[in-house]
């Protein structure tokens, strides 16, 4: 029956009668009146939420996603970006339902230029993340990787100067939820035979640049390598890897010049079958 008030007769066979009347109401229709929708904090993520905003019905109010699987709990949370159908359905099983969106930032592409570049043994080359979105002003932090060969690892454009092939990858946290994106570039070093010395290192235990040694490419073997201080005093004589650490008898040697002096074997180019022997000397500086 419809809500309002109703009367009601009963008359016996002698036309006795006796009336009463009854009002019915209805509760307060049951409806989604809004909600509030927290958009991904990451392109990708499924970190979403819903929170629904409902009144009237008769007694407790249960909501979700799915009519048959409802919580008494009016948020819904652990969502990706999409278009959601959200219900509530109270006491009576009156149920209402709407439409809600979670939305999601745009991902950061990056890349890095120049894209795969070639340098000779010893050579440099200057990396720069470029971004196709945003900008360097939602930038939180860089990480380069492997360290080996670059002249930082937390910037933007570092220099690169690897002795071998290697590929470096960036990660890039932007936004304020740490949000990341990442790129690759393959630095390409020319073969030889061809040797490089090094002009400086830094023994301080850090893993980059902690041996003071030739680097070479191609069929070339070290014959002697020899190390001398200002005063002429011979403080490494040892032509086998890794190198010199920067001690002499096991103490560690005065920042300052040494003085090197390197022989080695490479493949004669007028006759492959013959090595030739090459010396080459310098100065060299000892970082602490």
Not at 221 to 229: A, G, L, P, R
Not at 253 to 259: A, D, H, K, P, V
């Amino acid at each position: 029956m419809d809500p309002g008030t109703y009367t009601v007769t009963l008359t016996d066979g002698n036309k006795c009668f006796v009336s009463d009347s009854v009002t019915l109401t209805s509760p307060p229709p049951l409806q989604i009146i809004g909600g509030i929708s927290d958009s991904v904090s990451c392109y990708g993520r499924k970190d979403g939420y819903i929170f629904i905003l409902a009144t009237g019905g008769t007694g407790l109010l249960s909501y979700g996603l799915d009519s048959n699987a409802l919580t008494p709990s009016p948020r819904i949370s652990s969502l990706g970006v999409g278009v959601y159908r959200v219900y509530v359905k109270d006491a009576n099983s009156c149920l209402a339902d709407t439409i809600m969106n979670v939305f999601q930032p745009l991902p950061m592409l990056i890349h890095i230029a120049p894209e795969n570049p070639t340098i000779d043994l010893g050579g440099q080359v200057q990396l720069n993340v470029e971004f196709d979105t945003y900008d360097e002003t939602y930038v939180n932090r860089y990480s380069w990787s492997p360290l080996q060969g670059l002249s930082c690892s937390d910037c933007r454009s570092p220099i690169a100067g690897p002795y071998n092939n290697t590929l470096y990858t960036v990660v890039v946290e932007y936004l304020d939820e740490d949000c990341e994106a990442s790129a690759q570039v393959l630095v390409n070093v020319n073969e030889g035979p061809d040797v490089y010395i090094p002009n400086a290192f830094s023994p301080n235990g850090d893993g980059v640049n902690d041996y003071f040694y030739p680097v070479y490419n191609g069929e070339v073997s070290v014959q002697e390598f020899k190390i001398y201080n200002r005063w002429g005093s011979m403080v490494h004589d040892n032509p086998n890897t890794p190198g010199w650490d920067g001690r002499f008898a096991g103490t560690e040697q005065n920042s300052g010049s040494y003085i090197y002096y390197l022989v080695i074997s490479v493949p004669d180019s007028g006759n492959p079958s013959l090595t030739k022997q090459l010396i080459k000397q310098g100065s060299l500086t000892l970082i602490r």
